[in-house]
């Protein structure tokens, strides 16, 4: 099956078959960042835009990091020098690129759905890096292929995600990605920031983690995000730590392999003890590292499925690329 679409939005529409040829072509690339030159020629001329306008480390390092191994140009929108602060509007912002002969372009927004209305409005591939509180899909293919690195599969795992599923982008392409691939998926944190809704679309909802942390065989801790709560919904970090942080006494009663992940940056000693988090079942900077690949292959497959064109194209995809 090739894969055709021109931008990555969310992990909610890609099909299962379309997840695993994503994660094949992340398992081609990553071997490229293993070489001393870790640069491969596949979008030699094209040209890659990164339009962060909310804060990030990692995707955006990561994002840059993976168009430059792909050998593709990079031009950065700062929002501080931008037209942006002049009222432009996104799409305008993104039309006039456009017009530039770009290819793609990454975009991470604070409001749910700008990266969805950018991709009508322009011909390159647009790439989600995390829009609001919907999605955040090249981080749940992170995690995705993390898990699949490390526990061999992902079908039939319990998958407990903690914390502030309420507004996090990452918890909801983690869940539509894994319950794809026929993960079972708990949500378990406060009431006020764990939505019932997500039990009408498969996943399970516990309030006491003590309930559900012994059959886990992943543990994906969320931030617990200050900026996005527009009313105070926990008494305070200490009282979140207690019940919903994991530390070495909760760990004791999970199994022995269980891993740790969370998407970054951890408030150590409240999502995480800082214990947990270097410790041996955590596997937070492979999360990283892969980051990279993911972006690889987003790009990539985004860009190659673009239409017209067909003779300046990469190479078709049937199936993952080696290079
Ligand atoms: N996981 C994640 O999105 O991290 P950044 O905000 O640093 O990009």
Redesign the pocket.
Known sequence: MPWTRKDLLGLEPLSAEELRLVLDQVKAFKEVSTRSVKKVPALRGRTVVLC?L?????????FELAAKRLSADILQVQPASSSLLKGESVVDTARNIEAMQVDAVVL?HNSSGIPVRVAQAIRPSVIN??DGSHE?PT?GL?DLFTILEKKGRIEGLNVLIVGDVLHSR?ARSDFWGLSKLGAKVTFCGPPPLVPAAFEGFGARIATRLEDVLPEADVVIALRIQKERMEEQMIPSFRSYARLYGIDEAKLARAKPDVLIMH???VNRGVELAPEVADGPRSVILD?VTN?IAVRMAALFLTISAQEPAASSKPAAQTAAVSL
Do not use: K, L, N
Request: avoid cysteine.
């Open positions: 962060f909310e804060p990030s480390t990692r995707t955006r390092a990561s991470r890096a995390g955040h981080q992170v990452v998407p970054g940056p999360q980051g």
